[in-house]
């Protein structure tokens, strides 16, 4: 097992909702590739377009979030629409998501907030960065 599998394990076991794994299957499932350095807490979602990685979501313990990294969303209106629609989850980005993505902004993951971020990866999420070139 590969760093990326052994961070994506170690947050799924921390986060009793179930969501990070899910999210993790939507976001696969949709062609999105992931990584996760040995060093990180994060686990980030990218698809490669021209020879670059574009990041569009990520994911990270303690507590279990859902991130928009900032190179990719930063003057988006669907990430106003997409944290309008789990505000009361909102938590307000503290810094660099990996070494290289800073948090655009960031929903908690949680029981009540899984349905609602399931929504946010299919509906918005996903489009964009097949809009993108994903």
């Keep these: ?17 179930g969501g990070i794994q899910r999210i993790h299957t939507a976001l696969t ?8 350095p040995s060093n990180s807490q994060t686990l980030l979602y990218y698809f490669r377009n021209g020879g670059r990685e574009i990041g569009v979501a990520a994911m ?8 928009f990294p ?3 969303w930063y003057g988006r209106s669907s990430l106003a629409i997409a944290l309008s ?9 503290d810094g660099p998501v990996s070494s290289s993505q800073y948090s655009a902004g960031q929903l908690r993951i ?9 929504s946010i990866v299919n ?9 993108s070139g994903a």
């Design 1 to 17: 097992m590969g760093a990326k599998e052994e961070l994506l394990q170690n947050l799924s076991r921390l986060d009793a909702s």
């Design 85 to 93: 629609r789990a505000s009361s989850f909102y938590i307000e980005p």
């Design 29 to 36: 499932s949709a062609g999105l590739k992931f990584k996760g």
């Design 70 to 72: 900032r190179a990719f």
């Design 123 to 131: 509906e918005i999420i996903i489009p964009e960065a097949r809009t």
């Design 110 to 118: 949680t029981t009540a907030s899984i349905e609602t971020l399931l």
């Design 60 to 67: 990270r313990g303690s507590p279990s979030l859902l991130s």
